[in-house]
């Protein structure tokens, strides 16, 4: 439940491209609070009166942007924190703070980096493709990314990044739909991994909603 006096609201893009919406979506979830959440039709599938309605919520004019009252939380790491210090019973931030630090860490190597793997295995929750040949370019990001998982999962024992699901994992999770949406080969304990993450509930959720989503962006439908 919301220790909020004024109900919260989460403005998000089309579940099925908006990478960034779905991070704090799902740690607002995983931290049990209660929340309306408004999609916003992003760029082409969006109307004028659309993009009005994402420049009045948002003071960036991008999603994701957490409203309550007057008050608005832009940008998706900013919000996971103010769900985590909404929800501190919601777990998700580990206890040690080494270990919280070392979260953060991933979290914002997340928010700040991996370009090339942003470029060229762009989000797509509706698609798959077999057989992808992913760019050289693209290959030091996965790598860097399965060595990290490898080690949070290696040090808190799992099942998750840092014990039970939080706010790493939720900064992650767009990465685990794409290397499946990529058909990305991956060692065994990337595979685990990706498997606990897909089961989730939230997860499962987000990405049923995303499937049934009618509108479609074309230039975000394929590769190369
Ligand atoms: N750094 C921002 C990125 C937000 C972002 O780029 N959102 C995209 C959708 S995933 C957006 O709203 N694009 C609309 C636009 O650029 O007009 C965050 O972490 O929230």
Redesign the pocket.
């Known amino acids: 439940m919301s220790a909020m006096a004024e109900p919260l609201t989460l403005y998000i ?1 089309n579940k099925a491209y ?4 779905m991070r704090p979506w799902l740690a607002l979830k995983a931290a049990g609070l209660d929340f309306t959440e408004v999609l916003v039709p ?1 760029y082409e599938s969006g109307t004028p009166d659309d993009l009005a309605r994402l420049k009045a919520a948002s003071p960036t ?4 942007c957490l409203r309550f009252g007057d008050n608005a939380i832009w ?3 900013a919000i996971i924190e103010f769900a985590a210090e909404l929800a501190p019973a919601g777990g998700l931030w580990p206890e040690n703070m080494i270990d919280r630090a070392r979260a953060r860490s991933i979290c914002a190597e997340m ?1 700040s980096g991996f370009a090339p793997l942003r470029q060229h295995l762009g989000y797509n929750a509706r698609k798959t493709f077999p057989g992808f040949a992913v760019p050289d370019a693209a290959k030091p990001d996965i790598a860097r990314i399965e060595a990290l998982w490898a080690e949070c999962l290696d040090r808190s024992g799992g099942p998750f990044l840092f014990g039970g699901f939080g706010a790493a994992d939720c900064m992650y999770a767009p990465v685990v739909g794409r290397l499946l949406t990529y058909d990305v080969a991956v060692s065994a304990t990337t595979h685990g991994y990706m498997t606990r993450v897909l089961d989730q509930p939230a997860v499962q959720l987000w990405y049923a909603q995303a499937k049934a989503e009618t509108m479609v962006i074309p230039r975000l439908e394929h590769v190369g």
């Open positions: 893009g908006s990478s960034w919406s992003l004019g991008k999603v994701p940008d998706s790491l928010h």
